[in-house]
């Protein structure tokens, strides 16, 4: 074998090598690391999918996903959804490219799951006011209330029974908080309830019940059951 053909053969090898070397850094790089984050009570409710096209449709299931750390993965679309009885659905859409990606999911009730919670706890959350203020449910319709935050707050606004010409006529609110299983006044009756006098109490419970109109809304006539 003469110089040149060694030279050409060693060119090709080192073409080759160089071929190689860039197939595998592409494959390399058409991965990702995505992470999918969530108590750890609530990770079977988490399902990955591939994502078509139009990064909506789901076109299968991803296998061995691990909740709480990174996954790597081809990068293109997916999916993420969150369902568990009792709880909003939760889907996220992602586009997994050059930059590992995070994804997190919020956990709020349904409407129908709320509405059970006030239902099988009415009685207690109205034992509770009897026991701090024992006249004022008999002074004052529950115009409107209901629980917030996944059903540990609940809140209500109070409409006066007697005349209005009254000074008393002034529509109140007040919130409980559930703690240890047992519900307490969490801000005692007044006009409005502001986040400044009460920081402890979610913003979505204040905003509920202080844009309630209670003398348009219907009384709910209380149940002074006991506690259970």
Avoid at 184 to 204: D, F, H, N, V
């Amino acid at each position: 074998m003469n110089r040149l053909a060694k030279l050409i053969i060693g060119y090709v090898a080192i073409s080759l090598v160089l071929i190689g070397l860039g197939f595998g850094w592409l494959y390399i790089n058409s991965f990702q690391d995505l992470t999918l984050v969530a108590p750890a009570a609530r990770t079977r409710y988490i399902t990955l999918y591939y994502a078509a096209e139009d990064g909506t449709s789901k076109t299968g299931r991803v296998d061995n996903v691990v909740i709480n750390q990174p996954i790597r993965l081809k990068k293109g679309r997916y999916v993420a959804e969150y369902v568990q009885s009792g709880y909003k659905k939760v889907t996220r859409q992602i586009d997994l490219s050059d930059q590992p990606s995070q994804v997190s999911f919020t956990y709020d009730r349904t409407e129908a799951e709320l509405q059970a919670i006030l239902e099988a706890n009415r009685s207690r959350i109205y034992q509770a006011i009897r026991t701090s203020y024992p006249d004022l449910l008999d002074q004052f319709n529950i115009a409107q209330e209901g629980v917030y935050d996944n059903g540990t707050w609940y809140g209500a606004v109070l409409r006066w029974r007697g005349d209005i010409h009254s000074d008393k006529r002034d529509s109140l609110r007040i919130v409980l908080h559930q703690q240890s299983g047992e519900w307490r006044i969490a801000a005692k009756p007044y006009l409005t309830i502001s986040q400044t006098e009460y920081p402890g109490i979610p913003m979505a419970v204040l905003t509920a019940i202080n844009v309630i109109n209670a003398r348009t809304s219907e009384p709910s006539q209380p149940s002074y059951g006991t506690t259970e």
